[in-house]
């Protein structure tokens, strides 16, 4: 019998790794970065295909020709500095192994393709169906019935396409179109079951963000948030390097200075047509030394924000209660930074809300505030957070920003049991 | 996921392999020589290639090269889960649907009786005891006895059949019936 030996041609060193494998980690390698917005970055799959040495997981194959295309649409609406030019073919789908390799994935392919088309028969019957109750008059016509109709249209779309591996493969790799339903739906469900709502979610109930501030979250849109990057750790190169944005991940640390200028607010959002939307910030965790306990502070509002499924990147003005920079003063624990996007009760009619003056950001209610202008989180809208202690900047913000005397917090200092001791003569 | 793992499953498997002769590692039993002192042997003096799984499975160099042959592209394992899923689904609702059919039938079935014949359908929709025995039955068990009372016994409607033979530890005293004849039953 003889033994099996490996050519010394290119052994990963796999120091280290002993055990078994598992098909998830070949499958489906988490990516580092929160999920694609549409047209943004291909995820990690094939950024590791840029490695020449994996090979197995077939979106390598795909998208080792997408290796040198960015998919990528930054968030300054695509206007990339070196936008690379994409090879032919590389933003379509091909079939990840050959024919005959694996009979089993061929006649899934045709099954699949039959129910599509049988799928997307019954749709058509419906559509016209719907068309045909529509071209009545207004009275004779089953609302119901045809809301009914609409909503098996509806899935009946998503159904008729969601097994296809290319719109699946789409789905995956950033290359949605938001205009198709089954792209919407992919993407939210990523959003949704992948990880990364549950991440904002734990974190939100972890830092007590749903009682303290609001009594019930649901997002329904995926809401990103990217600062500058942390300072590098070399004081020579602190004002040498040009600070990158970073995403924040969900309840992290950030430095002051990280969080002095306007984060660059990237959303997903999964309806098609426009709705109006109200951005606002608020710091949890601001001392209120005369009620011995803490109240809020406004950062940022800004109110009608027209949002939809193809706007990935809106632009924030900064035009009503402007951005003020977090300042957690010193002394306090960490404080507990909250950007809301919250859907207004009209999704076109624009609201009047007054511009809260500098002094009226202190102490600002949420939930009366939500009452008075008919915000409901709990209907939807999306969220984020994270948490800032003090730093030297931040008594620099006081000084150019706030222009107002940075206060200290401390505890109050102990009766000192030995005061009049101190004060009487020792030693007569 | 660990990232060793995410290392393993991102490695290059190559196809090219070299064989290379090693000692102890094929020593064939030559005739009439016994297969435990191979077995001991082989325990005892283990051989010397280092590249092999562990005996208890604790180091297994090989998974990676093993799910790469058995499913080589994730995305193919996806469309095919996703197929299977489906025809799962399909089976699944035209069992059901199947099933729906035909009980609506019988209840429309059942409600024209009920028009038709009120009396015939509360008769029809008396529950039938499966243990319950008829008069005419209970006086043929009194006549019969040993195996054809068993044989009438055992098998009622609905229920599991007791003809069932207890497994013993040994085979019978008696050895294997070849001329078994199975007991009348009466229809």
């Known amino acids: 019998m003889l033994a099996l030996r490996r050519l010394p041609r290119f052994t990963p060193r796999l120091a280290g790794v002993r055990g078994n494998a598992t098909l998830e980690a070949a499958s489906q390698p988490k990516a580092d970065t929160p999920p694609p917005a549409p047209r943004s970055s291909v995820t990690a799959q094939s950024s590791a295909a840029k490695d020449k040495q994996a090979q197995d997981a077939p979106e390598d194959a795909n998208a080792t020709a997408n290796a040198n295309a960015d998919g990528q649409q930054p968030p300054n609406g695509g206007k990339a500095r070196n936008p690379k030019p994409q090879p032919e073919g590389a933003r379509e789908w091909c079939r990840p192994i050959a024919k005959g390799v694996e009979p089993a994935y061929d006649y899934a392919l045709r099954y699949i393709l039959k129910d599509a088309k049988f799928i997307q028969r019954e749709l058509k019957a419906l559509q016209e169906a719907i068309a045909a109750e529509e071209a009545k008059a207004e009275g004779t016509r089953d609302e119901g019935a045809l809301q009914g109709m609409r909503e098996r249209a509806h899935i009946l779309t998503v159904q008729g396409e969601i097994n296809l591996p290319d719109v699946r493969w789409k789905a995956r790799n950033g290359l949605v179109d938001m205009n198709r339903a089954v792209h919407r739906h992919l993407v939210e469900q990523r959003w949704r079951e992948e990880g990364d709502l549950d991440l904002l979610m734990e974190r939100i109930y972890q830092m007590k963000v749903v009682p303290d501030m609001l009594p019930e979250l649901h997002p329904s849109l995926d809401l990103r948030i990217k600062y500058a990057e942390p300072p590098p750790k070399s004081n020579y190169l602190r004002t040498r390097v040009k600070r990158k944005l970073k995403t924040v991940e969900p309840g992290i640390f950030l430095a002051p200075e990280q969080t002095r200028r306007l984060p660059e607010i990237s959303t997903t959002v999964f309806h098609t047509e426009r709705r109006l939307y109200t951005l606002l910030m608020v710091d949890l965790d601001v001392p209120d030394p005369e009620n011995q306990s803490f109240t809020t502070y406004l950062h940022w509002l800004q109110p009608n924000i027209s949002l939809s499924a193809f706007i990935s990147s809106p632009h924030i003005l900064n035009s009503h209660t402007r951005y003020v920079p977090p300042h957690p003063q010193r002394g306090t624990p960490y404080h507990r930074y909250v950007l809301l996007l919250l859907p207004q009760a009209s999704p076109t009619k624009p609201i009047e809300i007054p511009v809260f003056e500098d002094s009226a950001r202190v102490g600002f209610n949420y939930r009366a505030f939500a009452e008075q202008y008919g915000f409901d989180a709990a209907q939807g809208g999306g969220a984020h957070m994270w948490r800032e202690t003090w730093d030297e900047t931040v008594s620099h913000i006081y000084e150019h920003t706030l222009k107002q005397e940075e206060p200290k917090y401390r505890r109050m200092p102990r009766p000192d049991p030995y005061a009049d001791l101190k004060r009487s003569k020792k030693y007569l | ?187």
Not at chain 2, 138 to 153: I, N, T, Y
């Open chain 2, 1 to 187: 996921m660990s990232s060793p793992l995410l290392a393993l499953g991102k490695q290059k498997l190559s196809l090219r392999v070299a064989q290379t002769s090693v000692r102890y590692a094929g020593r064939q039993e030559t005739g009439g020589v016994d297969p435990r002192n191979e077995i001991i042997r082989r325990a005892l003096y283990p051989s010397n290639i280092r590249n092999r799984p562990s005996p208890v499975g604790t180091w297994r160099p090989d998974v990676g090269r093993r799910l790469q042959r058995a499913i080589p592209s994730a995305q193919a394992h996806e469309t095919i889960e996703r197929a299977w899923f489906l025809h799962q689904r399909h089976v699944r609702r035209a069992r059901a649907a199947e099933l729906q059919r035909k009980f609506e039938s019988v209840k429309n079935a059942m409600e024209t009786l009920r028009q038709v014949a009120p009396r015939l359908y509360v008769e029809a929709n008396k529950e039938e005891d499966p243990r319950a025995r008829s008069p005419a039955e209970f006086d043929l068990l009194k006549k019969l006895k040993g195996p054809e009372k068993k044989a009438v016994e055992a098998r009622i409607r609905g229920l599991f059949p007791r003809e069932l033979r207890i497994p013993t530890d040994t085979p019978p005293k008696n050895g294997w019936t070849y001329e078994f004849t199975p007991v009348a039953r009466p229809p």
